[in-house]
């Protein structure tokens, strides 16, 4: 059954939210009084649309229905989940709460992304307070796990276990905050780089872009594949962060940073960091930097994919919930992918390293398919390629969605030879071929032996439906 969320508010946070429930296959019905709220949030779609998918190596689920809507009574009809995204002012927020909870279901969760404000303070004039929690995402909230669940007393147990379930559904992380504070935990420390970015910038230390330069070839990096507490630890060696603290946290004392002191933002300052910002950036357009930081992001979280850690991990774990089983067919479909960025060389299109990837992935895809699988493999047996043959016919870009067709074309004692075909989605068109010899083995000795009966009468079996006559 097609879930459905209602998005209150369609800026940059609620345009974000749109594309994350429907690339999940959620239904998604918005409203926002600017009239220009489908043209933006359909950018931010086509945005997410060529970001999301890459970082998976499945295809996502089919999207759901986005719909616009004149009123929010419409707009919450039948939603489970709502997002209230609308600006930053509590008054604004309680008036929308009030009117949300005269037309929405009793049970649905009701989260705000509220960068600053409480949840008590939210709760505070609604007519069920235990409705609405806090849902802190960070842009692009299509790409970016991290969501910061801040609850209040008011809300019972089975409803935070729910948005938990919920959001990690959708791919997220949500980061339960059980004592609610000002600006919740992640933009508290972003307000203390912040701050001390100023000072930098006024005292002419420093540009934007060296700022900026600062922290993203360096410890931007480090801090988002383990945190800052584990990098710490590092540093400290072998007697670990017991010696990190004895030995750095003297500095504490030195007067270092102004994080206490605040300079005050005038015109000046903002017109320095403005006039700075343009140098650094002003030769590119919103959207191509948009998707030039979203080509970084599905860089970086592929790599931690490759790793299994951090954000990687995540995406692993997601990944399996909306993996296809194949189905016996003439041919079986081995695999349904995105072509991420990081597939394509100098010349634009995918690296022909990439094809043998493409291909061995589609080969483990048929292998489990007749019981060669990790249990299989753990057990000490496997099938190892012996030979490929692979053919380039026409090019394929980064964004593309392909297919590969599989025919089993030899498959008796100990051989498997598969025959693979790539095919744009869109049109077709045959790309590249792979002709893949396997032979079975036995991995303690290292030599090819016959498979386990049941895994050899599968491959016949195929063998048999993919002949041609």
């Known amino acids: 059954m097609t879930k459905t969320a209602a998005i209150i508010g369609g800026g940059v946070i609620g345009g974000g939210w749109a594309a994350r429930f429907l690339l999940n296959g959620w239904d998604v019905r918005v409203f926002d009084p600017d009239p220009e709220a489908e043209r933006k949030i359909g950018e931010v779609l086509g945005n997410a649309r060529h970001a999301l998918p890459m970082l998976y190596d499945v295809a996502l689920p089919a999207e759901g229905a986005l719909s616009f809507h004149n009123t929010m009574s419409e707009a919450v009809a039948g939603a489970s989940w709502i997002q209230e995204s609308v600006p930053e002012r509590l008054a604004l927020k309680r008036k929308v709460y009030q009117t949300l909870q005269e037309h929405c279901d009793a049970g649905a969760i009701i989260g705000s992304s509220t960068s600053g404000f409480k949840p008590s303070e939210l709760q505070g004039c609604a007519t069920r307070p235990e409705q609405i929690v806090v849902t802190h995402p960070f842009n692009p909230v299509y790409l970016l796990p991290l969501i910061e669940l801040v609850t209040t007393e008011k809300n019972s147990a089975d409803l935070v276990a729910e948005a938990s379930e919920t959001l990690t559904a959708l791919g997220l992380y949500p980061l339960h905050v059980k004592k609610e504070i000002d600006a919740h935990i992640a933009d508290r420390f972003l307000e203390a780089v912040w701050r001390e970015a100023l000072w930098l910038i006024k005292d002419g230390i420093a540009t934007t872009e060296e700022i900026d330069n600062a922290i993203r070839f360096g410890f931007g990096l480090r801090w988002g594949q383990m945190g800052l507490f584990e990098t710490y630890r590092i540093a400290g060696g072998e007697a670990g962060m017991r010696h990190f603290i004895d030995q750095f946290g003297p500095c504490l004392q030195w007067p270092w940073t102004k994080l206490m002191d605040v300079p005050e933002l005038t015109d000046e300052l903002a017109q320095m960091i403005a006039d700075q910002s343009d140098a650094q950036s002003g030769h590119l357009s919103i959207r191509e930097l948009e998707r030039k930081r979203d080509n970084n992001l599905i860089a970086m979280m592929r790599a931690l994919r490759q790793q299994g850690n951090a954000a990687g991990r995540l995406i692993n774990e997601h990944q399996v919930t909306f993996r296809p089983r194949l189905e016996d067919g003439q041919p079986i479909v081995s695999a349904r992918r995105v072509i991420p960025a990081d597939w394509t060389d100098y010349n634009g299109h995918m690296n022909e390293g990439r094809y043998g990837q493409l291909f061995s992935d589609a080969a ?97 079996a195929l063998a048999a439906l993919h002949k041609e006559d």
């Open 364 to 460: 483990d895809a048929v292998m489990t398919h007749v019981g060669a699988d990790a249990a299989y493999i753990a057990a000490g047996n496997s099938y190892f390629t012996a030979e490929t043959t692979i053919k380039f016919l026409a090019e394929a870009q980064a964004g593309e969605h392909i297919i590969v067709e599989t025919r089993v074309t030899e498959g008796s004692g100990k051989k498997l030879r598969c025959y693979h075909e790539m095919k744009r989605e869109s049109d077709g068109e045959l790309l590249a071929t792979s002709d893949q010899f396997m032979l079975h083995v036995n991995l303690e000795t290292r030599r090819s032996c016959d498979p386990l009966p049941e895994v050899l009468a599968r491959v016949e």
